[in-house]
């Protein structure tokens, strides 16, 4: 499927209402609705613009995405919408929230502050015309033409940076490779970046989330959708334009997203086109992760921390629901302190600012800790050994062995003996595994997980997931070929170019990666490793669902790997082996970090409020779950 589509193949369909170009003056703002913007191909993209009343030039806050510029947050995503305004109402105070949308900047909160804001809906969703083709290079050089349109209109001051969560976030990555000369600052909140390794096959394992993801928030909002894109609280109007076309007519409009991904098994150059280059990557950004964002978005804030070549960068990690921390208080004074030096001009300090900001996990709530670089030069890589009888220690072990289980089964646990003082673990981790199998192929689920003196397992609020483990990593065993220049002992990096095949009698040594993270384990708790053949399953209360996601949230979210044609019961439903001793020694290696330093708020970043995540019954990452 080309990649280069550039107009609407379904030029017919019926017509309910205008979208013409307008402007009106409301809510202290000047707004300009369905702005046309014209890409190099000739295709017109559409924009929302709210910039301040009073005549001047102004930075842009810019965002480009496929989620329909006119659908409010509480229309599109009602269940995230009303669990972050309860629990966090500093987010809905102050604004009529009229302009809510989903994972980018709320205008009312960012032009009283002398910034426009510009949406723009992505090639093919809401009210702009085209073919749907997520990441690719036709909609990263879209978005390089919208920020030169932002960065030269009359009321620009010529900077234009970029701030959104999660596809806002992945896409800044992306188009900061083509480096476009209006873009002066960006902030990727929870934005992955490599399309394989981060997004589309975690340790070469097919993540199903993409495709239900299309069906769920994509399909539902492709231009001409009609009713069922809705209509805009605000104007009135349909938020997926006038056209409404057929079933059919939208299918032809859109690739086949998941389709394409299953037929890229390998890091090739589908994947390669669709991820940034590190190397190209200049402007100056602040990173923001989530710890609990296993499956999707930590990996690549901290990727993007460590390898992009901007020499001004910063890196924020925090915990709970990913997008609640980006609209309260909290993230919206470090993200306006970072634009505001970099689109204004001022001199508040930012760049004296340490460099690494983390909210660090207890199992009861985050300390606040300003740190200078990732991972910390104060780490303390500590090895512990898996004993075949299921424990995990410092000391090796010589004793020979196989422990077995079902290769898509539960798998083993290994636990360490109650930890005797406070341990506080931060950092990425990795697995040494030495693994054979009754087939030519297994996959390995790794989950990093705590328990209680009782062994009640402690989980957490995560990005998306109530019952979300510690960490977690993946690796298929025929994809275990390493890239010897970009790894590091802490975090393996897998080439993903080509399958090596198991073979009957051999066994495989291993390198797993498990995604960075932050816990303090208290005393008298255990840490545990699970080593699975499937998805890991909260063994309490189910999750429930969000009304965007297809599935029943049980302890992955909706970051599940249960493709049957990705893993055929032939190949991956064997046996796996682990082996022990003979110069086999499997361990883990952990990010301890020793004693306590740097005091919370030091280094200038804003304080989290006190009502953050502390009070008021909220339901934050923080909280034990058993």
């Known amino acids: 499927m080309s990649s280069v589509q550039s107009t609407d193949r379904s030029a017919g369909g019926p017509v309910a209402g205008t979208h013409r170009p307008r402007s009106e ?13 014209t890409m190099e191909d000739g295709l017109v993209l559409r924009a929302d613009v709210f910039r301040p009343c009073k005549p001047g030039r102004y930075p842009v806050i810019l965002t480009y995405g496929p989620y329909a510029k006119g659908l409010a947050f509480q229309d599109g995503y009602p269940s995230a919408w009303q669990r972050m305004v309860d629990q966090h109402p500093d987010v809905a105070k102050g604004s009529t929230n009229a302009y809510q949308n989903w994972e980018v900047v709320d205008p009312e909160k960012w032009v009283p502050h002398n910034y426009a804001c510009v949406r723009v809906d992505s090639r093919g969703c809401g009210c702009s015309p085209g073919y749907i083709d997520h990441f690719s290079p036709r909609e990263t050089k879209d978005f390089y033409d919208c920020i030169q349109w932002a960065g030269v209109q009359p009321w620009s001051n010529g900077k234009v940076g970029l701030n959104g969560i999660s596809y806002y976030g992945i896409n800044q990555w992306h188009v900061a490779s083509l480096q476009p000369p209006h873009l002066a600052a960006m902030c990727i909140w929870e934005g992955a970046a490599d399309w394989y390794r981060d997004m589309t096959h975690h340790g070469g394992i097919l993540s199903t989330f993409w495709a239900n993801w299309y069906d769920m928030q994509v399909k539902t909002v492709q231009h001409g959708a009609g009713e069922r894109g809705k209509h805009s609280r605000v104007h009135g109007e349909l938020v997926c334009g006038p056209k409404i076309f057929s079933e059919n007519q939208l299918a032809q409009n859109r690739c086949d997203f998941g389709a ?13 086109a669709r991820s940034p280059v590190w190397s190209k990557v200049k402007v100056p950004f602040l990173s923001a992760a989530n710890w609990g964002g296993q499956g999707l978005h930590p990996r690549g804030n901290f990727e993007g921390f460590v390898r992009a070549a901007s020499k001004e960068k910063w890196l924020e990690a925090h915990g709970i629901e990913h997008w609640t921390h980006f609209y309260t208080d909290y993230g919206r004074e470090i993200q306006k302190r970072f634009f505001d030096h970099y689109l204004h001009g001022k001199k508040n300090g930012w760049d004296r600012q340490s460099k690494v900001l983390l909210q660090v996990r207890h199992i009861d709530r985050f300390e606040q800790r300003a740190e200078q670089e990732w991972p910390l030069k104060r780490t303390k890589w ?7 009888a299921g424990s995990l220690s410092e000391k090796r072990s010589s004793q020979a062995s196989v422990k077995s289980f ?12 109650p930890m005797e003082t406070e341990t506080e673990l931060t950092g990425p981790s990795a ?4 693994v054979s199998s009754s087939t030519a192929d297994a996959d ?8 209680s003196p009782d062994l009640k397992e402690v989980v957490f609020q995560g990005a998306i997931d109530p019952h979300t483990p510690v960490a977690q990593g993946w690796l298929r065993a025929s994809h275990g070929k390493l890239d010897r220049t970009l790894s590091k002992p802490y975090r393996p990096y897998h080439t993903h170019d080509e399958k090596q095949p198991l073979k009957r009698g051999e066994i495989a040594d291993l390198d797993i990666e ?3 993270t932050s816990i303090v384990i208290p005393a008298g708790y255990r840490l545990g490793v699970t080593i699975r053949g499937k998805d890991y399953e909260y063994g309490g209360a189910s999750g429930g669902k969000l009304s965007n996601f297809k599935n029943e949230l049980k302890g992955c979210g909706p970051f599940l790997h249960d493709d049957p ?8 439903g064997g046996t796996t082996h682990l082996h022990f001793g003979h110069g086999q020694e499997p361990f883990i290696l952990l990010p301890v970090i020793p004693g306590k330093s740097n005091k919370e708020g030091h280094g200038r970043w804003p304080r989290k409020r006190k009502n953050d995540n502390r009070k008021r019954g909220a339901r934050p990452e923080e909280k034990r779950r058993t």
Request: aromatic share 14%; proline share 6%; hydrophobic share 50%.
């Open 514 to 516: 498990i995604w960075p």
């Open 260 to 272: 394409e991904i299953r037929a890229h098994p390998l890091d090739d150059d589908y994947h390669r």
């Open 406 to 417: 079902a290769a898509m089964g539960d798998g083993l646990t290994f636990l360490t003996a």
């Open 382 to 388: 500590t090895k512990l050994y898996l004993q075949p």
């Open 444 to 451: 390995l689920f790794v989950v990093l997980r705590v328990f």
């Open 565 to 572: 044609l990705d893993r055929p019961a032939k190949i991956f």
């Open 25 to 37: 003056t409301r809510d202290g703002m000047h707004i300009d609705w369905d702005v046309q913007i």
């Open 431 to 434: 697995l040494k595994l030495f």
